[in-house]
């Protein structure tokens, strides 16, 4: 058997596999904007913080590092600070989580966006939660769905920051796979 390139990327990623445990599937994801959008006046901040984690992929400390000047609000930008020896970035932010940034902004005693404490994220994740997955799993939520809409997986590494490429080639890899055995199985 010869040795594909694809083969040899995925046997030389960190052997990270993804699964419908880790993410949110699309039921559970819409199941949550319903949710959210319901109660989105009773919690500014709780749902704020979880929209932007599923708006930017952003991980729970980056989100809840974000200061005022790293939002561009006028052209719908936030400045995500990468953790983990990850890249920052820049993501678009929608036009609607643009408003509840700006309330936000009004109401917040400091410089920081959402000036809370991790426990605190996590309080309000599981309250608000449709599964019990990780708050971490709104990150792999976002990048699976950005890979199916675009199939550009530089984007993808873009948007989460990673400096390697293999660190992004879990989501091809998942998407590719499950997509090509339904294909051939079903």
Do not use: C
């Amino acid at each position: 058997m010869k040795l594909t390139r694809e083969m040899f990327l995925i046997m030389s990623s960190k052997n990270y596999s993804m699964n419908s445990t880790k993410y949110l599937i699309t039921e559970e994801y819409q199941d949550l904007v319903y949710l959210l959008e319901r109660v989105k006046e009773q919690d500014l901040y709780g749902i704020t913080l979880i929209q932007m984690a599923m708006a930017t992929g952003a991980r729970a400390q980056e989100l809840l590092n974000i200061k005022d000047n790293d939002l561009n609000l006028r052209e719908g930008f936030v400045l995500i600070h990468g953790l983990k020896s990850s890249n920052d970035r820049e993501i678009p932010i929608q036009r609607q989580l643009v408003g509840q940034l700006q309330k936000l902004l009004k109401l917040s005693p400091d410089n920081r966006l959402f000036p809370y404490t991790y426990s605190w994220l996590q309080k309000k994740w599981k309250f608000y939660r449709p599964v019990p997955k990780k708050f971490h799993s709104l990150r792999h939520t976002f990048a699976i769905r950005l890979y199916q809409k675009s199939k550009d997986l530089r984007l993808v590494q873009v948007a989460l920051g990673h400096r390697n490429i293999q660190n992004t080639m879990v989501y091809a890899d998942y998407v590719y796979s499950k997509s090509e055995l339904k294909k051939y199985i079903l």
